[in-house]
């Protein structure tokens, strides 16, 4: 069974605050996601990675940073946290060799900034 | 903009009945097609997916149909349980350029009235 585990589960943050979202996979998968859940929105593509130590920008990754050091480890940074980056964010790893669409995700991080 | 998109944010079935989500996309290179199902407070997993070199593939009580030319595709769940009530977010991705994203739709969330 695929393993995606996420830390914390749960964070309150300040604004201006730095937040990282870590997410540690055990699937041996090339690729690592994080996407954040908003009510209306479903799940946005924020950076993605396919190999270590490189890191894409997808579809909203103003005010967010990705880190890949490893296969296994992928962090997303929040260096200014702002109330608009409250939200749940689900970090998945998918199948090696290309897009099979089978993601794997994480139980998911709820960040919310007061 | 936004590249997937489900039309209805919600849909309800009587027990029994057949519900139908539907999803468009934009981008013509988009070759893979996938729908998931999330229940509250859990991670969304994958249900059914299907490549464009095919127009429909059944399993089970799940049936996707895609439709390339009109850029659409919809899931099919006959008898419809009330277990089956959650949110169902569809996701288009294609290869390109050796990496891979998955973008998905806003969600439909289903609820099967018994």
């Known amino acids: 069974e695929a393993a995606v585990t996420q830390s914390p589960r749960s964070k309150v943050a300040v604004t201006g605050g730095k937040v990282t979202l870590s997410c540690h996979q055990t699937?041996?998968?090339?690729?690592m996601y994080w996407y954040r859940q908003d009510t209306g929105h479903g799940l946005r593509l924020i950076h993605y990675s396919y190999v270590a130590d490189s890191t894409e920008k997808g579809d909203i990754p103003d005010g967010y940073k990705a880190s890949r050091p490893s296969q296994e480890n992928f962090s997303l940074i929040l260096e200014l946290a702002s109330l608009s980056q409250t939200a749940v964010y689900f970090c998945?790893?998918?199948?090696?060799?290309?897009?099979?669409?089978?993601?794997?995700f994480g139980e998911g991080s709820k960040l919310t900034v007061l | 903009g936004q590249q997937v998109k489900q039309s209805s944010p919600s849909l309800t079935v009587q027990e029994g009945g057949i519900s139908i989500l539907n999803c468009d996309y934009e981008n013509d290179m988009f070759d893979y097609f996938a729908w998931y199902k999330k229940y509250p407070d859990n991670s969304p997993t994958l249900l059914i997916s299907?490549?464009?070199?095919?127009d429909k593939r059944e399993d089970g009580r799940l049936t996707v149909f895609l439709n390339k030319s009109g850029k659409h595709f919809s899931l099919h769940i006959t008898a419809s349980q009330p277990e089956d009530t959650a949110v169902y977010l569809c996701?288009?991705?294609?290869?390109?350029?050796?990496?891979?994203?998955?973008?998905f739709g806003e969600g439909t969330k289903l609820t099967v009235s018994s």
């Open positions: 996701a288009a991705g294609a290869n390109q350029g050796g990496s891979a994203k998955l973008i």
């Open positions: 699937n041996n998968h090339d690729y």
């Open positions: 998945a790893s998918s199948d090696p060799g290309g897009l099979t669409g089978q993601l794997y």
């Open positions: 299907v490549r464009s070199n095919v």
